[in-house]
């Protein structure tokens, strides 16, 4: 099954909440509220993470918190291109998370292309991120501090 991946609020404004979905054949949503985030950024600094890719970790750890419950129903994951340059980064510190639950996943199956505004995915995070919709999970800042151990 091919999914797509979207992203609502970004996450280095700590000051807004950030929503991810996927959607296709399944839906499923995160939230991950701006307290969260900054107790994460502070707690991460605090550990000597600093610089443009503290972010980008953050990022992926949301994303795979998103995709784990479905890794092994996914033949392609397409994500939409939130920090441009940036996707092979992103993919490597994905995988890394992945390939410690599913270590046959193949990297081939996550790509980074425009989804669009009609894209169920992109509806679903706004959605979340405005409060319209309740998300499935809340990210907390333990979550993410365990990945990125």
């Known amino acids: 099954m091919q999914i797509k991946v979207d992203q609502s609020g970004k996450i ?8 991810l979905a996927l959607s296709n054949e399944i839906q499923y949503t ?3 509220l701006a307290v969260e985030k900054r107790k994460t950024v502070t707690q991460l600094r605090q550990r000597g993470e600093s610089g443009k890719t ?3 970790k953050i990022f ?5 918190l998103l995709l784990e419950d479905h890794l092994d129903q996914l033949d392609e994951v397409v994500i939409d291109p939130e920090y441009p340059g940036k ?12 390939w410690k639950v599913a270590p046959s996943f193949p990297r081939v199956r996550i790509v980074f292309r425009q989804i669009g505004k009609k894209s169920p ?5 706004l ?3 405005r ?13 993410i501090l365990r990945l990125l151990k």
């Open 12 to 19: 280095e404004r700590t000051q807004r909440n950030t929503a």
């Open 30 to 32: 995160v939230l991950f």
């Open 54 to 56: 503290l972010y980008l």
């Open 60 to 64: 992926a750890a949301a994303l795979f």
């Open 87 to 98: 996707e092979a980064q992103i993919r490597e510190l994905l995988l890394n998370h992945i």
């Open 121 to 125: 995915a992109h509806r679903k995070a």
């Open 127 to 129: 959605a979340v991120y």
């Open 131 to 143: 409060g319209d919709v309740k998300a499935d999970r809340k990210i907390k800042t333990r979550d």
